[in-house]
């Protein structure tokens, strides 16, 4: 097994191919001190996880294979709400089915799974959930997970149905973001962990970390934090908790009216150790109601 620094930068390598990087340009791009880096380097070209060709580095044939227990080959999407701030553009589709600027807005996500070659990829419709089957045209690898109960319960009514299409490792995304940075889904993760983006102050979805570098404190609104976004990796053991969790939680008192996300970081967030992976605010757009809609494609400014 590597460590999560090995792994991090055999990642970056395979990314972006063969270069005379220096230690310094790795350190400053992946975080990690340089210390740590150049011990790193230099036991992973012993190791024969690197080549090293004059100040060139390339990850080796070797080094790809160490990679593949962290390839991600499955996705799930929660796309099952109405969208009733959106209205009246879900008046006859779901809100991830909106277009903005000539593509729809689980096209933006779909693209990116499918630029890291992730195919596997299975999504939760509940409202107007035949407007879906549009994407088989594009996306014909799809498969689909009914949710007649989207009006009824929250979205862990979702997350219940997930089951055998939720194994294994896999991306858990919700399906009204507007992708606008395709890099923060990536071909190869680690660990347990969500996408947040720093904030000052916010009076949206978010946590902190403890001294462990774990996600805690989930909230609607705080101070210096990391805002929340429905893009998440879970690894395989925490897939099976995830699923065993989902349905327990499920069946108690009020259970039907949580998030799916309160489960891990909420209710039973000692079983869990989740990450935060950072990315910038202008990643993801959230487009939460008509307005904001409006104001990213000036064509439904007149509906």
């Not at 150049?38 to 080549?51: A, Q, V, Y």
């Not at 070797?62 to 796309?79: C, D, F, N, Q």
């Not at 779909?110 to 088989?136: C, N, P, S």
């Not at 309160?262 to 959230?286: A, G, H, T, W």
Request: charged share 25%; net charge neutral; with cysteine.
């Amino acid at each position: 097994m590597l460590t999560k620094y090995k792994f991090e930068v055999l990642r970056f390598l395979e990314k972006y191919g063969a270069g005379a990087y220096t230690h310094r340009q790795l350190s400053d791009t992946l975080t990690i001190s340089n210390t740590e880096i150049t011990k790193d380097i230099s036991e992973m070209i012993k190791d024969g996880l690197i080549n090293k060709k004059d100040d060139y580095l390339e990850i080796s044939s070797k080094g790809l294979l160490s990679l593949e227990p962290y390839r991600v080959t499955k996705a799930v999407i929660l796309a099952a709400g109405f969208g009733s701030r959106m209205m009246p553009a879900t008046n006859d589709k779901p809100k991830p089915m909106v277009t903005v600027n000539g593509k729809r807005i689980i096209e933006t996500l779909l693209d990116a799974l499918v630029a890291v070659d992730i195919k596997d990829i299975t999504i939760v419709r509940g409202y107007k959930k035949e407007k879906f089957d549009d994407l088989l045209k594009k996306y014909p690898f799809i498969k689909f997970i009914d949710n007649n109960n989207y009006d009824k319960y929250n979205n862990i009514s979702s997350a219940i149905l997930l089951k055998n299409s939720f194994i294994g490792g896999a991306y858990l995304c919700e399906a009204d973001l507007y992708i606008t940075n395709p890099d923060i889904i990536t071909k190869y993760q680690y660990a347990s962990n969500i996408l947040g983006s720093w904030s000052l102050e916010t009076d949206d979805w978010s946590f902190k970390m403890d001294d462990n570098g774990y996600i805690r404190n989930y909230q609607k609104g705080n101070t210096y934090c990391w805002n929340y976004y429905g893009i998440s990796y879970w690894t395989p053991e925490d897939c099976k908790k995830l699923n065993r969790d989902w349905a327990r939680f499920f069946n108690t008192e009020n259970g039907k009216d949580i998030f799916w996300e309160q489960v891990p970081l909420q209710l039973n967030f000692k079983d869990y150790q989740v990450e935060i992976r950072p990315c910038s605010k202008s990643d993801i757009m959230e487009i939460d109601n008509y307005y904001e809609l409006a104001q990213l494609d000036s064509s439904y400014i007149d509906k």
